[in-house]
Protein backbone atom coordinates (compact mmCIF):
# COMPACT_ATOMS: atom_id res chain seq x y z
CA UNK A 1 0.00 0.00 0.00
CA UNK A 2 1.01 3.46 -1.30
CA UNK A 3 2.22 6.15 2.24
CA UNK A 4 -0.12 8.84 1.79
CA UNK A 5 1.82 10.71 4.38
CA UNK A 6 3.97 13.41 2.92
CA UNK A 7 6.68 16.61 4.35
CA UNK A 8 7.70 15.04 7.35
CA UNK A 9 9.14 11.75 9.25
CA UNK A 10 6.24 11.40 11.52
CA UNK A 11 6.40 12.58 15.37
CA UNK A 12 8.91 11.96 17.82
CA UNK A 13 12.74 13.08 16.53
CA UNK A 14 11.51 14.94 13.57
CA UNK A 15 12.50 18.93 13.27
CA UNK A 16 12.30 21.27 10.70
CA UNK A 17 16.02 21.72 10.64
CA UNK A 18 16.32 18.09 10.35
CA UNK A 19 13.79 17.60 7.15
CA UNK A 20 14.07 20.80 5.48
CA UNK A 21 17.75 21.83 6.95
CA UNK A 22 17.30 25.69 6.39
CA UNK A 23 16.79 28.60 8.85
CA UNK A 24 14.14 29.78 6.20
CA UNK A 25 12.48 26.76 6.21
CA UNK A 26 12.32 26.89 10.61
CA UNK A 27 11.23 30.54 10.14
CA UNK A 28 8.92 29.24 7.82
CA UNK A 29 7.20 26.72 10.04
CA UNK A 30 6.99 28.62 12.84
CA UNK A 31 4.90 31.61 11.27
CA UNK A 32 2.52 28.88 9.98
CA UNK A 33 2.66 27.79 13.60
CA UNK A 34 1.60 30.85 14.55
CA UNK A 35 -1.41 31.02 12.47
CA UNK A 36 -2.53 27.88 13.02
CA UNK A 37 -2.87 28.68 16.83
CA UNK A 38 -4.84 31.75 16.11
CA UNK A 39 -7.22 30.02 15.50
CA UNK A 40 -7.54 29.22 19.94
CA UNK A 41 -8.12 33.55 19.87
CA UNK A 42 -11.80 33.10 19.55
CA UNK A 43 -12.05 31.03 22.88
CA UNK A 44 -9.70 32.82 24.51
CA UNK A 45 -10.91 35.79 23.67
CA UNK A 46 -14.37 33.99 25.24
CA UNK A 47 -12.29 32.60 28.60
CA UNK A 48 -10.61 36.31 29.19
CA UNK A 49 -14.52 37.79 28.84
CA UNK A 50 -15.49 34.95 31.55
CA UNK A 51 -12.49 35.76 33.23
CA UNK A 52 -13.78 39.27 33.42
CA UNK A 53 -17.06 38.46 34.57
CA UNK A 54 -15.71 37.12 37.80
CA UNK A 55 -14.89 40.49 38.78
CA UNK A 56 -18.38 42.06 38.11
CA UNK A 57 -18.81 42.06 41.87
CA UNK A 58 -15.98 44.20 42.71
CA UNK A 59 -16.52 46.55 39.47
CA UNK A 60 -20.16 46.88 39.16
CA UNK A 61 -22.13 50.15 39.99
CA UNK A 62 -24.41 49.44 42.17
CA UNK A 63 -22.14 51.51 45.14
CA UNK A 64 -23.59 54.92 43.18
CA UNK A 65 -26.98 53.85 42.91
CA UNK A 66 -29.85 55.67 44.55
CA UNK A 67 -33.62 55.31 44.89
CA UNK A 68 -34.37 57.20 41.95
CA UNK A 69 -37.23 56.93 39.63
CA UNK A 70 -37.20 59.92 37.12
CA UNK A 71 -40.34 60.68 34.46
CA UNK A 72 -39.79 57.78 31.91
CA UNK A 73 -40.93 58.29 28.41
CA UNK A 74 -41.35 54.40 26.72
CA UNK A 75 -40.84 55.10 23.13
CA UNK A 76 -42.05 51.95 20.97
CA UNK A 77 -41.16 52.01 17.23
CA UNK A 78 -44.15 50.14 15.61
CA UNK A 79 -44.77 49.37 11.68
CA UNK A 80 -47.30 46.55 11.50
CA UNK A 81 -47.28 44.94 14.86
CA UNK A 82 -50.82 44.80 15.59
CA UNK A 83 -50.41 40.93 16.67
CA UNK A 84 -47.78 41.98 19.44
CA UNK A 85 -48.52 45.73 20.83
CA UNK A 86 -51.44 44.93 22.55
CA UNK A 87 -49.85 42.81 25.29
CA UNK A 88 -46.67 44.93 25.12
CA UNK A 89 -48.63 47.98 26.53
CA UNK A 90 -50.40 46.12 28.76
CA UNK A 91 -46.98 44.86 30.11
CA UNK A 92 -45.61 48.45 30.22
CA UNK A 93 -48.42 49.73 32.58
CA UNK A 94 -47.67 47.02 34.70
CA UNK A 95 -44.32 47.68 35.30
CA UNK A 96 -43.14 48.48 39.06
CA UNK A 97 -42.97 51.67 38.64
CA UNK A 98 -44.90 55.19 39.83
CA UNK A 99 -47.59 55.37 37.26
CA UNK A 100 -47.63 59.30 37.08
CA UNK A 101 -43.76 58.54 35.88
CA UNK A 102 -43.95 56.42 33.25
CA UNK A 103 -45.75 57.24 29.79
CA UNK A 104 -45.65 55.30 26.59
CA UNK A 105 -45.65 56.87 22.74
CA UNK A 106 -45.73 54.05 20.23
CA UNK A 107 -44.24 55.60 16.59
CA UNK A 108 -46.84 54.01 14.10
CA UNK A 109 -44.07 54.25 11.44
CA UNK A 110 -47.49 54.20 8.54
CA UNK A 111 -48.63 50.68 9.65
CA UNK A 112 -50.76 49.12 7.30
CA UNK A 113 -52.49 46.62 9.48
CA UNK A 114 -54.66 47.30 12.95
CA UNK A 115 -51.68 48.68 14.57
CA UNK A 116 -53.38 52.17 14.98
CA UNK A 117 -56.53 50.76 16.36
CA UNK A 118 -54.56 48.52 18.98
CA UNK A 119 -52.47 51.33 20.03
CA UNK A 120 -55.43 54.02 20.21
CA UNK A 121 -57.62 51.03 22.39
CA UNK A 122 -55.10 50.94 25.06
CA UNK A 123 -54.89 54.83 24.61
CA UNK A 124 -58.63 54.59 25.61
CA UNK A 125 -57.56 52.33 28.19
CA UNK A 126 -54.79 53.97 29.80
CA UNK A 127 -56.19 57.84 29.59
CA UNK A 128 -53.05 59.64 29.43
CA UNK A 129 -50.45 57.12 29.70
CA UNK A 130 -50.61 56.42 26.31
CA UNK A 131 -49.74 57.90 23.29
CA UNK A 132 -49.91 57.38 19.61
CA UNK A 133 -47.69 59.12 17.31
CA UNK A 134 -47.92 58.38 13.57
CA UNK A 135 -45.95 59.04 10.48
CA UNK A 136 -47.83 58.96 7.63
CA UNK A 137 -44.68 58.24 5.14
CA UNK A 138 -42.92 55.20 6.79
CA UNK A 139 -40.31 52.83 5.84
CA UNK A 140 -36.98 54.73 6.42
CA UNK A 141 -35.99 52.44 9.10
CA UNK A 142 -35.69 52.40 12.76
CA UNK A 143 -33.77 55.25 13.34
CA UNK A 144 -36.08 57.47 11.76
CA UNK A 145 -38.96 56.67 13.55
CA UNK A 146 -37.27 56.98 16.69
CA UNK A 147 -36.33 60.15 15.52
CA UNK A 148 -39.82 61.62 15.00
CA UNK A 149 -40.55 60.19 18.40
CA UNK A 150 -37.16 61.75 19.99
CA UNK A 151 -38.13 64.83 18.66
CA UNK A 152 -41.54 65.15 19.88
CA UNK A 153 -40.30 64.20 23.48
CA UNK A 154 -37.51 66.69 23.83
CA UNK A 155 -39.67 69.34 23.01
CA UNK A 156 -41.32 69.50 26.10
CA UNK A 157 -39.85 69.19 29.44
CA UNK A 158 -42.08 66.36 31.07
CA UNK A 159 -39.64 63.34 30.25
CA UNK A 160 -36.52 62.92 32.31
CA UNK A 161 -35.50 60.08 30.67
CA UNK A 162 -36.37 57.62 27.79
CA UNK A 163 -36.56 54.16 27.28
CA UNK A 164 -36.35 53.22 23.82
CA UNK A 165 -37.67 49.52 23.33
CA UNK A 166 -39.25 47.81 20.48
CA UNK A 167 -42.61 46.43 20.12
CA UNK A 168 -41.90 42.57 20.62
CA UNK A 169 -40.18 42.67 23.58
CA UNK A 170 -41.37 42.21 27.46
CA UNK A 171 -40.14 43.85 30.78
CA UNK A 172 -39.66 41.66 33.53
CA UNK A 173 -42.18 43.95 36.39
CA UNK A 174 -39.07 44.91 38.23
CA UNK A 175 -36.54 45.66 35.52
CA UNK A 176 -37.60 49.51 34.61
CA UNK A 177 -36.50 50.08 38.76
CA UNK A 178 -33.18 48.55 38.42
CA UNK A 179 -32.51 50.38 35.33
CA UNK A 180 -33.13 53.98 36.33
CA UNK A 181 -31.33 53.92 40.16
CA UNK A 182 -28.14 53.96 37.88
CA UNK A 183 -29.09 56.89 36.75
CA UNK A 184 -28.72 58.79 39.74
CA UNK A 185 -25.23 59.05 38.88
CA UNK A 186 -25.02 62.27 36.56
CA UNK A 187 -21.70 60.16 34.95
CA UNK A 188 -24.06 57.45 33.38
CA UNK A 189 -25.74 58.45 30.67
CA UNK A 190 -27.22 55.41 29.16
CA UNK A 191 -28.39 51.70 30.91
CA UNK A 192 -29.53 48.48 29.40
CA UNK A 193 -30.62 45.27 30.11
CA UNK A 194 -30.03 41.83 29.62
CA UNK A 195 -31.91 40.76 27.21
CA UNK A 196 -33.21 36.99 27.25
CA UNK A 197 -35.05 35.37 24.46
CA UNK A 198 -38.35 34.84 25.66
CA UNK A 199 -40.51 32.33 22.37
CA UNK A 200 -42.59 29.59 24.37
CA UNK A 201 -42.45 26.97 23.43
CA UNK A 202 -39.79 28.13 20.70
CA UNK A 203 -37.63 25.57 18.44
CA UNK A 204 -34.06 24.34 18.29
CA UNK A 205 -33.23 27.72 16.63
CA UNK A 206 -34.50 30.08 19.34
CA UNK A 207 -33.16 27.94 21.71
CA UNK A 208 -29.32 28.56 20.46
CA UNK A 209 -30.29 32.27 20.53
CA UNK A 210 -31.57 31.67 23.81
CA UNK A 211 -28.10 30.32 24.93
CA UNK A 212 -26.13 32.95 22.46
CA UNK A 213 -27.56 35.61 24.61
CA UNK A 214 -26.45 34.52 27.81
CA UNK A 215 -23.12 34.59 26.66
CA UNK A 216 -23.74 37.41 24.68
CA UNK A 217 -25.88 39.56 26.83
CA UNK A 218 -25.05 38.35 30.61
CA UNK A 219 -21.43 37.30 30.26
CA UNK A 220 -19.80 39.35 27.69
CA UNK A 221 -21.70 42.53 28.61
CA UNK A 222 -20.81 41.96 32.43
CA UNK A 223 -17.48 41.76 31.40
CA UNK A 224 -17.83 45.64 29.25
CA UNK A 225 -18.86 46.60 32.71
CA UNK A 226 -15.64 45.78 34.44
CA UNK A 227 -13.41 47.09 31.50
CA UNK A 228 -16.04 50.51 31.56
CA UNK A 229 -16.67 50.53 27.60
CA UNK A 230 -20.21 49.26 26.40
CA UNK A 231 -20.29 47.93 22.81
CA UNK A 232 -24.28 47.72 22.30
CA UNK A 233 -27.52 49.43 24.59
CA UNK A 234 -29.83 46.39 23.66
CA UNK A 235 -32.14 47.97 21.14
CA UNK A 236 -35.00 46.62 22.77
CA UNK A 237 -33.54 48.51 26.27
CA UNK A 238 -32.22 51.70 26.28
CA UNK A 239 -32.46 53.88 28.85
CA UNK A 240 -31.11 57.38 28.59
CA UNK A 241 -30.99 60.29 30.86
CA UNK A 242 -32.82 63.18 28.96
CA UNK A 243 -28.90 64.95 29.27
CA UNK A 244 -27.64 62.46 27.40
CA UNK A 245 -29.65 62.77 24.59
CA UNK A 246 -29.29 66.40 24.66
CA UNK A 247 -25.76 65.60 24.87
CA UNK A 248 -25.67 63.10 21.73
CA UNK A 249 -27.47 66.15 19.51
CA UNK A 250 -31.08 64.91 20.17
CA UNK A 251 -31.16 62.12 17.37
CA UNK A 252 -30.29 59.07 16.46
CA UNK A 253 -27.96 58.29 13.58
CA UNK A 254 -29.84 57.65 10.55
CA UNK A 255 -26.62 56.88 8.44
CA UNK A 256 -26.02 53.04 9.34
CA UNK A 257 -27.71 49.57 10.33
CA UNK A 258 -26.79 49.42 13.62
CA UNK A 259 -28.18 52.58 14.96
CA UNK A 260 -28.32 51.20 18.83
CA UNK A 261 -24.08 50.53 18.53
CA UNK A 262 -23.91 54.10 17.50
CA UNK A 263 -25.77 55.55 19.97
CA UNK A 264 -23.89 53.55 22.61
CA UNK A 265 -20.48 54.75 21.45
CA UNK A 266 -22.05 58.04 20.94
CA UNK A 267 -22.94 58.06 24.58
CA UNK A 268 -19.61 57.03 25.49
CA UNK A 269 -17.91 60.17 23.71
CA UNK A 270 -20.11 62.41 25.12
CA UNK A 271 -18.58 61.70 28.69
CA UNK A 272 -21.16 59.27 29.89
CA UNK A 273 -20.61 55.86 30.76
CA UNK A 274 -23.09 53.39 29.33
CA UNK A 275 -23.84 49.92 31.00
CA UNK A 276 -25.31 46.93 31.33
CA UNK A 277 -27.89 46.22 34.49
CA UNK A 278 -27.85 42.37 34.31
CA UNK A 279 -30.33 41.69 36.96
CA UNK A 280 -32.84 43.76 34.93
CA UNK A 281 -34.75 41.17 32.80
CA UNK A 282 -36.42 41.94 29.24
CA UNK A 283 -37.56 39.08 27.11
CA UNK A 284 -37.57 39.53 23.54
CA UNK A 285 -38.91 37.19 20.52
CA UNK A 286 -36.23 35.91 18.07
CA UNK A 287 -36.01 34.61 14.77
CA UNK A 288 -36.90 30.97 14.63
CA UNK A 289 -35.74 29.82 11.12
CA UNK A 290 -31.70 29.92 9.95
CA UNK A 291 -33.04 32.62 7.13
CA UNK A 292 -34.69 34.20 9.57
CA UNK A 293 -31.84 34.66 11.49
CA UNK A 294 -29.44 35.57 8.81
CA UNK A 295 -31.58 38.55 7.84
CA UNK A 296 -31.33 39.97 10.95
CA UNK A 297 -27.93 38.96 11.58
CA UNK A 298 -27.07 40.67 8.06
CA UNK A 299 -28.46 43.87 9.45
CA UNK A 300 -26.70 43.46 12.70
CA UNK A 301 -23.04 42.75 10.67
CA UNK A 302 -23.24 45.18 8.22
CA UNK A 303 -24.01 47.73 11.18
CA UNK A 304 -20.95 46.61 12.95
CA UNK A 305 -18.53 47.19 9.99
CA UNK A 306 -19.72 50.20 9.06
CA UNK A 307 -19.43 51.17 13.18
CA UNK A 308 -15.82 49.72 12.94
CA UNK A 309 -15.13 51.74 10.06
CA UNK A 310 -16.88 54.79 11.01
CA UNK A 311 -14.72 55.13 13.88
CA UNK A 312 -11.89 53.84 12.80
CA UNK A 313 -9.85 56.52 14.65
CA UNK A 314 -10.65 55.10 18.24
CA UNK A 315 -9.63 51.91 18.10
CA UNK A 316 -6.25 50.88 19.98
CA UNK A 317 -6.06 54.62 20.97
CA UNK A 318 -6.74 55.15 24.05
CA UNK A 319 -4.65 58.47 24.57
CA UNK A 320 -6.68 60.43 21.96
CA UNK A 321 -10.03 59.71 24.26
CA UNK A 322 -10.60 61.52 27.63
CA UNK A 323 -13.20 60.36 30.00
CA UNK A 324 -15.69 57.26 30.17
CA UNK A 325 -14.59 57.19 26.52
CA UNK A 326 -11.17 56.14 27.12
CA UNK A 327 -12.00 52.59 27.95
CA UNK A 328 -13.25 52.58 24.15
CA UNK A 329 -9.68 52.89 22.82
CA UNK A 330 -8.31 50.38 25.09
CA UNK A 331 -6.52 46.99 24.14
CA UNK A 332 -8.93 44.65 26.08
CA UNK A 333 -11.99 46.32 24.31
CA UNK A 334 -10.87 46.70 21.20
CA UNK A 335 -9.01 42.88 21.13
CA UNK A 336 -12.80 41.99 21.97
CA UNK A 337 -14.54 44.05 19.29
CA UNK A 338 -12.07 42.62 16.69
CA UNK A 339 -11.60 38.78 17.67
CA UNK A 340 -15.84 39.00 16.39
CA UNK A 341 -15.08 41.16 13.32
CA UNK A 342 -11.72 39.33 12.30
CA UNK A 343 -13.33 35.92 13.21
CA UNK A 344 -13.49 34.62 9.62
CA UNK A 345 -9.78 35.44 8.79
CA UNK A 346 -8.79 34.18 11.43
CA UNK A 347 -10.42 30.63 10.54
CA UNK A 348 -9.12 30.59 7.27
CA UNK A 349 -5.91 31.55 8.09
CA UNK A 350 -5.62 28.94 10.76
CA UNK A 351 -7.13 25.90 8.87
CA UNK A 352 -4.66 27.21 5.81
CA UNK A 353 -1.52 26.98 7.85
CA UNK A 354 -2.51 23.95 9.00
CA UNK A 355 -3.18 22.22 5.63
CA UNK A 356 0.31 23.90 4.78
CA UNK A 357 1.99 22.21 7.62
CA UNK A 358 0.65 19.26 6.64
CA UNK A 359 2.52 18.95 3.25
CA UNK A 360 5.31 20.67 5.42
CA UNK A 361 6.00 18.25 7.95
CA UNK A 362 2.88 15.92 8.65
CA UNK A 363 3.93 15.13 12.50
CA UNK A 364 4.41 18.81 13.59
CA UNK A 365 0.81 19.55 11.60
CA UNK A 366 -0.59 16.82 14.24
CA UNK A 367 1.00 18.29 16.74
CA UNK A 368 -0.14 21.59 16.23
CA UNK A 369 -3.67 20.50 15.44
CA UNK A 370 -4.07 19.13 18.81
CA UNK A 371 -2.83 21.84 20.62
CA UNK A 372 -5.16 23.77 19.03
CA UNK A 373 -8.28 21.46 20.17
CA UNK A 374 -6.76 20.72 23.58
CA UNK A 375 -6.56 24.53 24.47
CA UNK A 376 -9.62 24.97 22.57
CA UNK A 377 -11.32 22.54 24.46
CA UNK A 378 -10.51 23.74 27.85
CA UNK A 379 -11.69 27.97 26.70
CA UNK A 380 -15.14 25.66 25.87
CA UNK A 381 -15.71 23.79 28.96
CA UNK A 382 -14.71 26.99 30.85
CA UNK A 383 -17.32 28.98 28.83
CA UNK A 384 -19.70 26.72 28.39
CA UNK A 385 -20.06 25.65 32.04
CA UNK A 386 -20.00 29.58 33.20
CA UNK A 387 -22.47 30.66 31.23
CA UNK A 388 -24.87 28.03 32.01
CA UNK A 389 -24.57 28.88 35.86
CA UNK A 390 -25.27 32.76 35.09
CA UNK A 391 -28.76 32.24 34.19
CA UNK A 392 -29.74 28.56 35.07
CA UNK A 393 -33.35 29.11 34.47
CA UNK A 394 -32.71 29.58 30.62
CA UNK A 395 -30.05 26.97 30.61
CA UNK A 396 -32.21 24.15 32.04
CA UNK A 397 -33.97 25.17 28.75
CA UNK A 398 -31.01 25.40 26.61
CA UNK A 399 -28.35 23.27 27.81
CA UNK A 400 -28.22 21.10 24.34
CA UNK A 401 -27.63 23.97 22.56
CA UNK A 402 -24.76 25.20 24.81
CA UNK A 403 -22.93 22.17 23.90
CA UNK A 404 -23.91 22.00 20.08
CA UNK A 405 -23.02 25.83 19.56
CA UNK A 406 -19.99 24.78 18.01
CA UNK A 407 -21.20 22.10 15.91
CA UNK A 408 -21.20 18.24 16.98
CA UNK A 409 -18.28 17.98 14.07
CA UNK A 410 -16.26 20.48 16.54
CA UNK A 411 -17.69 19.07 19.51
CA UNK A 412 -16.37 15.55 18.32
CA UNK A 413 -12.71 17.12 17.41
CA UNK A 414 -12.70 18.45 21.46
CA UNK A 415 -13.89 15.95 22.85
CA UNK A 416 -11.48 13.58 20.60
CA UNK A 417 -8.29 15.84 20.76
CA UNK A 418 -8.79 16.09 25.19
CA UNK A 419 -9.33 12.25 25.10
CA UNK A 420 -6.90 11.05 22.12
CA UNK A 421 -5.48 7.93 23.61
CA UNK A 422 -9.22 6.31 24.17
CA UNK A 423 -10.59 7.10 20.62
CA UNK A 424 -6.76 5.89 18.83
CA UNK A 425 -8.11 4.14 15.60
CA UNK A 426 -11.00 5.99 15.46
CA UNK A 427 -9.39 8.48 12.07
CA UNK A 428 -9.35 6.07 9.16
CA UNK A 429 -6.10 5.29 8.53
CA UNK A 430 -4.58 7.76 10.70
CA UNK A 431 -1.71 6.37 13.33
CA UNK A 432 -0.81 8.32 16.56
CA UNK A 433 1.41 10.60 14.92
CA UNK A 434 -1.01 12.08 12.15
CA UNK A 435 0.59 10.20 9.96
CA UNK A 436 -1.79 7.75 6.99
CA UNK A 437 -1.00 4.81 4.89
CA UNK A 438 -4.41 5.32 2.47
CA UNK A 439 -5.47 8.03 0.32
CA UNK A 440 -9.26 7.88 1.91
CA UNK A 441 -6.88 8.80 5.43
CA UNK A 442 -5.28 11.52 3.93
CA UNK A 443 -8.76 13.11 2.63
CA UNK A 444 -10.28 12.41 6.12
CA UNK A 445 -7.27 14.32 7.90
CA UNK A 446 -7.12 17.23 5.66
CA UNK A 447 -10.97 17.32 5.69
CA UNK A 448 -10.78 17.63 9.58
CA UNK A 449 -7.84 20.17 9.22
CA UNK A 450 -9.95 22.49 7.50
CA UNK A 451 -13.69 21.86 8.96
CA UNK A 452 -13.54 25.26 10.66
CA UNK A 453 -14.43 27.18 7.35
CA UNK A 454 -16.18 23.63 5.63
CA UNK A 455 -18.52 24.34 8.75
CA UNK A 456 -18.82 27.93 7.32
CA UNK A 457 -20.10 27.12 3.55
CA UNK A 458 -22.26 24.20 5.72
CA UNK A 459 -23.54 26.97 7.36
CA UNK A 460 -24.53 29.05 3.89
CA UNK A 461 -25.99 25.41 2.62
CA UNK A 462 -28.23 25.12 5.87
CA UNK A 463 -29.96 28.63 4.18
CA UNK A 464 -30.07 27.59 1.16
CA UNK A 465 -31.31 24.26 1.89
CA UNK A 466 -33.82 26.28 4.42
CA UNK A 467 -35.61 27.44 1.20
CA UNK A 468 -36.33 23.89 -0.39
CA UNK A 469 -39.40 22.54 -0.04
CA UNK A 470 -38.71 20.44 2.75
CA UNK A 471 -36.06 22.62 3.98
CA UNK A 472 -37.37 23.78 7.43
CA UNK A 473 -37.58 20.18 8.97
CA UNK A 474 -33.83 18.80 6.61
CA UNK A 475 -31.68 21.95 7.74
CA UNK A 476 -31.91 21.20 11.85
CA UNK A 477 -29.53 18.53 11.45
CA UNK A 478 -27.33 20.13 9.66
CA UNK A 479 -27.21 23.66 12.07
CA UNK A 480 -26.31 21.08 14.94
CA UNK A 481 -23.58 19.12 12.95
CA UNK A 482 -22.16 22.58 11.41
CA UNK A 483 -22.90 25.19 14.51
CA UNK A 484 -25.01 28.09 15.21
CA UNK A 485 -21.79 29.59 15.82
CA UNK A 486 -20.40 28.50 11.95
CA UNK A 487 -24.07 30.92 11.12
CA UNK A 488 -22.88 33.46 12.77
CA UNK A 489 -19.07 33.47 11.30
CA UNK A 490 -20.74 32.71 7.81
CA UNK A 491 -23.01 36.33 8.44
CA UNK A 492 -19.98 38.18 9.13
CA UNK A 493 -18.60 37.03 6.23
CA UNK A 494 -22.06 38.31 3.94
CA UNK A 495 -22.10 41.32 5.62
CA UNK A 496 -18.67 42.43 4.38
CA UNK A 497 -19.43 41.11 0.88
CA UNK A 498 -22.84 43.38 1.15
CA UNK A 499 -20.52 46.41 2.44
CA UNK A 500 -17.97 45.96 -0.17
CA UNK A 501 -20.84 45.74 -2.54
CA UNK A 502 -21.98 48.98 -1.26
CA UNK A 503 -25.51 47.46 -1.21
CA UNK A 504 -28.31 49.28 -0.65
CA UNK A 505 -29.47 49.83 3.62
CA UNK A 506 -32.55 47.94 3.40
CA UNK A 507 -34.34 47.85 6.99
CA UNK A 508 -35.97 44.55 7.03
CA UNK A 509 -37.91 44.08 9.36
CA UNK A 510 -37.66 41.03 11.35
CA UNK A 511 -40.90 39.24 11.24
CA UNK A 512 -42.68 38.88 14.83
CA UNK A 513 -45.60 36.07 15.83
CA UNK A 514 -46.42 37.26 19.69
CA UNK A 515 -44.53 34.33 21.03
CA UNK A 516 -42.69 35.88 24.26
CA UNK A 517 -44.54 34.30 26.88
CA UNK A 518 -43.12 35.87 30.41
CA UNK B 1 -35.55 60.13 50.02
CA UNK B 2 -35.21 58.66 54.28
CA UNK B 3 -30.88 58.81 54.73
CA UNK B 4 -29.71 62.00 52.37
CA UNK B 5 -25.81 62.89 52.13
CA UNK B 6 -24.31 64.49 54.70
CA UNK B 7 -21.04 66.47 54.41
CA UNK B 8 -18.61 64.23 55.61
CA UNK B 9 -19.69 62.04 53.11
CA UNK B 10 -21.66 59.94 55.30
CA UNK B 11 -25.65 59.82 55.50
CA UNK B 12 -28.15 61.20 57.81
CA UNK B 13 -31.45 60.49 58.59
CA UNK B 14 -34.15 62.73 56.84
CA UNK B 15 -37.39 63.27 59.59
CA UNK B 16 -39.07 64.48 56.55
CA UNK B 17 -39.39 61.52 53.98
CA UNK B 18 -43.10 61.23 52.85
CA UNK B 19 -43.97 57.11 53.21
CA UNK B 20 -43.47 56.96 49.59
CA UNK B 21 -40.11 57.70 49.70
CA UNK B 22 -39.54 55.34 52.45
CA UNK B 23 -41.70 52.43 50.93
CA UNK B 24 -39.61 52.99 47.37
CA UNK B 25 -36.41 52.98 49.78
CA UNK B 26 -37.17 49.82 51.23
CA UNK B 27 -37.84 48.27 47.86
CA UNK B 28 -34.47 49.79 46.45
CA UNK B 29 -32.18 48.30 49.48
CA UNK B 30 -34.16 44.95 48.82
CA UNK B 31 -33.55 44.49 45.36
CA UNK B 32 -29.73 46.03 46.08
CA UNK B 33 -29.24 43.25 48.52
CA UNK B 34 -30.54 40.99 46.06
CA UNK B 35 -28.78 41.73 43.35
CA UNK B 36 -25.50 42.05 45.20
CA UNK B 37 -26.29 38.51 46.16
CA UNK B 38 -26.90 37.26 42.20
CA UNK B 39 -23.00 39.04 41.28
CA UNK B 40 -21.21 37.14 44.37
CA UNK B 41 -22.74 34.03 43.49
CA UNK B 42 -21.09 33.88 40.36
CA UNK B 43 -19.23 30.39 40.79
CA UNK B 44 -16.49 31.48 38.83
CA UNK B 45 -13.21 30.53 41.12
CA UNK B 46 -14.46 27.35 41.06
CA UNK B 47 -14.74 26.88 37.19
CA UNK B 48 -11.40 28.56 36.70
CA UNK B 49 -9.94 26.05 39.15
CA UNK B 50 -11.68 23.50 37.42
CA UNK B 51 -10.23 24.86 34.04
CA UNK B 52 -6.54 24.61 35.57
CA UNK B 53 -7.16 21.13 37.24
CA UNK B 54 -8.66 20.20 33.19
CA UNK B 55 -5.39 21.64 31.26
CA UNK B 56 -3.29 19.70 33.31
CA UNK B 57 -5.40 16.44 32.84
CA UNK B 58 -5.71 17.08 29.12
CA UNK B 59 -2.03 18.16 29.25
CA UNK B 60 -0.70 15.25 30.76
CA UNK B 61 -2.89 12.78 28.34
CA UNK B 62 -1.45 14.67 25.36
CA UNK B 63 2.23 14.57 26.30
CA UNK B 64 2.48 11.12 27.54
CA UNK B 65 1.07 9.40 24.72
Redo the contacts between chains.
Keep these: MADWSVGGSGYAGSSVVGTAGSVAATVGESILIAFVLLGTVPLLSM?YQ??L??L??WR?H?NR???F?PRVAVLVPAWNEAAVIGHTIDRLMGL?YPPDALRVYVIDDASTDGTPEAVLAKADKYPGRVFHLRREHGGEGKAHTLNHGLRTLLSDSWMQAMLITDADVVYAA?SL??MT?HLADPKVGAVTAYITEGSRPGNYMTRFVGYEYITAQAGARRAQNVLGALACLAGGAQLHSRANLEAIGGRIDTTSLAEDTFTTINTQLAGRRALIE??AIVYAEEPDSVNGLWKQRLRWGRGNVQVTSRYRWMWFRRGRLTGPARHLGGIGFGCIWFTTMLLPVVLVLSSSALVALYFTDTGMAWRIF??LW?IN??GF??TT??AL??DPSTARRVWREAFLFPGAMSLALIVY?????VFEGIVPGAD?HGTTKSLVGTIALLFIYVWPVAALIGAWGAKRLEETKFGRLLVIPLVYLVGFGSILCAVTVHSYIREWQGAEMVWDKTEKKGTVAA | MTYRPDPTGGQRYDPDATPEEIYREGVFREDLARDRGVEAALPWKELFVLALVGLLAVTRLFWIS
Design positions: TFLVGHPDYCEPQHDRRRPNQSIALFFTFLISAFRPS
